[in-house]
């Protein structure tokens, strides 16, 4: 059969032609679920990925989760406490949810439209709650008010009261991490924290769209998030007005509207799994170990402050420039080793593996390098140690180096002290 | 933002699911358990890298090739425990007239290596040349006709020179 024929085969190759048209017949009768098979991609992918800063959810994380899966959906009835498995993964009584009417997509768009000073809408989009468990309600619309088309949408979620999402949504990112102009935290009247941050849409301001961010918590754990930007759309829009439409007063003013709570009611309980997260890898944070396990000769100049123990950065001096170090521990990777090891990687005797990396950092500033050791234990515990060649994550080089070697960081990862008290 | 990334991957991740889903049944010959785990390692990788897949060419063909080396890599894995699949895996409920032809058809599928099963469903379920397939495969586009060729001969022998037939007896 002459297979070396490139063009048009199935003309000279009828049996080619019937089994492509069978592939695509039976192909066409498997049916996966969409949603769980992107979100347990997701949930894999998270899983692989090392943090690059200390958790700081800005507005959008309700859509950006939902969509990616692996949602925490708190039981309505506010207990902060983790349910046993055993009982979350059975359905919830109906009586669970205050109110269960559900909102249709057209509803949240209209209610973010009519909460906004007068202008002109355009590009409307939305998703509504109540079918659904792990769909959230979303509006998102290009606003004007007579100075410049701007986007601007709004999320509502569900967060456990009192919860680290509850804590990250309210707190002001660090500047180390993340560049900003100005943010303010609030406590409302009624107890909800409120925070509003006036910040970039690029970290590393290579386009100078502003990005502003309001975001609520109630006690009870709702939490409304409204995004705006100086330009039609967050990313690839010129920028059309020299800020985004709403002050500061005006984000508060529409976040803290009673309408985005009956809307978050809608939002029903999920019968989903709570997302079993390991415990704390160490009796302290990662930010106590990290700089203990410092070489001598490096000063601490700053450090992440916080309670996180699976994340935490510093900025050493060793007299010739800054350099950022950052940590994250891992407590059991087991599943994902293959992803991140591979066969040509160092394996230590006790069975840790190592991978080393050193090359530019991808997602920073030209000339900034980044340095990493990988390492993970036979029992699937893993600490990353990365270095950078400058003082934050989206600042030019201060050096030519990290502060730290190879070696000494190596040591530092190889540390026993992560895992002491665990 | 990071979550301009987050929402624009999994707006990537759930348009493809689907079509990835597919392919990872027809590369498992029907084992809808083991596709699943396929296309959740591949949603994460591409999740992982998804600066380098947004930027890449053709995101879609990308996920493809991640999805093709995956499940060779398992294969490899497999091989190397000697873990055999005796028993036809799960499949689930086929329609009518479809059903025959879906089952012949992945028992076919089933009896080819692994590679040249990959090779029959890049060529023939998602059209790439044999250039592109050499390349998702890392071989050369000489081994990917004899494979070709080799596939193609079996599942002629199997399935008969009119694979329609079936489709609607």
Not at chain 1, 74 to 91: F, N, Q
Not at chain 1, 236 to 250: C, D, N, T, W, Y
Not at chain 1, 353 to 369: C, H, N, S, T, W
Not at chain 2, 66 to 85: D, G, I, K, N, P
């Amino acid at each position: 059969m002459p297979v070396e024929q490139q063009s048009d085969p199935f003309e000279e190759h009828p049996f080619e032609e019937r089994l492509s048209t069978a592939l695509h017949q039976v192909g066409g009768t498997f049916h996966g679920d969409r949603a769980a098979l992107s979100a347990a991609g997701a949930a894999h992918g998270r899983r692989l990925r090392t943090r690059r800063r200390a958790a700081f959810v800005s507005g959008a994380a309700g859509v950006a989760l939902a969509g990616v899966g692996g949602v925490l959906v708190v039981p309505w009835d506010g207990s902060s406490a983790a349910r046993p498995s055993s009982v979350a993964a059975a359905p919830h009584p109906a009586t669970s949810s205050p109110s269960t009417a559900a909102v249709g997509e057209k509803e949240v768009i209209r209610t973010l439209e009519q909460l906004l000073p007068k202008g002109t809408f355009s590009n409307e989009d939305g998703r509504g709650a109540g079918q659904d468990p792990d769909t959230r309600p979303y509006a998102s619309v290009v606003y004007d008010d007579g100075k410049g088309p701007a986007a601007l949408s709004v999320s509502v979620d569900r967060v456990e009261p009192g919860g680290r999402q509850a804590r990250e949504l309210t707190q002001c990112p660090d500047r180390t991490l993340v560049p900003y102009d100005a943010c303010v935290i609030d406590r409302l009247p009624d107890g909800s924290a409120f925070m509003v941050l006036q910040g970039y849409e690029y970290p590393d301001r290579r386009v100078d769209t502003k990005l502003w961010t309001a975001n609520l918590v109630t006690p009870g754990g709702r939490s409304v998030s409204v995004r705006e930007w100086n330009a039609a759309a967050e990313k690839g829009a010129p920028v059309s007005r020299a800020e985004p439409p709403l002050s500061p007063a005006q984000l508060k003013h529409l976040t803290t509207a009673q309408e985005w709570r009956r809307i978050a009611d809608a939002i029903p309980d999920s019968p989903r799994k709570r997302a079993e997260q390991p415990s704390a890898p160490t009796g302290g944070t990662a930010a106590d170990t990290l700089s203990g396990l410092l070489p001598k000769g490096v000063e601490v100049v700053k450090k992440s402050g916080g309670d996180d123990a699976e994340y935490a950065y510093v900025v050493v001096d060793d007299g010739r420039g800054r350099s950022l170090v950052q940590v994250n521990v891992q407590p059991d990777m087991r599943d994902v080793a293959d992803d991140l090891f591979h066969p040509g990687d160092e394996t230590l005797a006790d069975g840790t593996r190592i991978a080393v990396q050193q090359g530019p950092d991808e997602k920073g500033v030209d000339g900034v390098l980044m340095w990493t050791v990988d390492t993970m234990r036979a029992d699937g515990k893993r600490v990353v140690v990365t270095a950078f060649n400058s003082a934050t994550q989206h600042s030019a080089a201060t050096r030519s180096t990290p502060a730290l070697t190879m070696q000494q960081m190596r040591e530092m990862a190889l540390s026993p002290k992560w895992w002491q008290g665990a | 933002m990071r979550q301009g990334r987050a929402e624009a991957c999994a707006e990537f991740a759930v348009a493809r699911a689907g079509h990835l889903y597919r392919a990872a049944c027809l590369l498992t010959a029907g084992d809808t358990h083991l596709a699943e785990d396929l296309v959740q390692e591949t949603l994460g990788r591409v999740y992982v890298h998804w600066g380098r897949v947004s930027r890449a060419e053709n995101p879609a063909a990308y996920a493809q090739t991640v999805l093709t080396r995956t499940f060779l890599a398992h294969q490899r894995r497999r091989s190397s425990t000697e873990r055999t699949m005796e028993v036809l895996p799960d499949r689930a409920d086929a329609a009518g007239g479809d059903a025959v032809l879906r089952l012949t058809l992945l028992d076919a599928l089933g009896q080819l290596p692994a590679k040249d099963r990959a090779v029959v469903v890049l060529r023939y379920w998602e059209d790439r040349s044999i250039a592109e397939t050499a390349d998702v495969l890392n071989a050369s586009q000489a081994a990917v006709r004899t494979r070709c060729v080799r596939a193609l001969g079996r599942l002629r022998d199997l399935l008969g020179e009119d694979i329609g037939a079936y489709a609607h007896p």
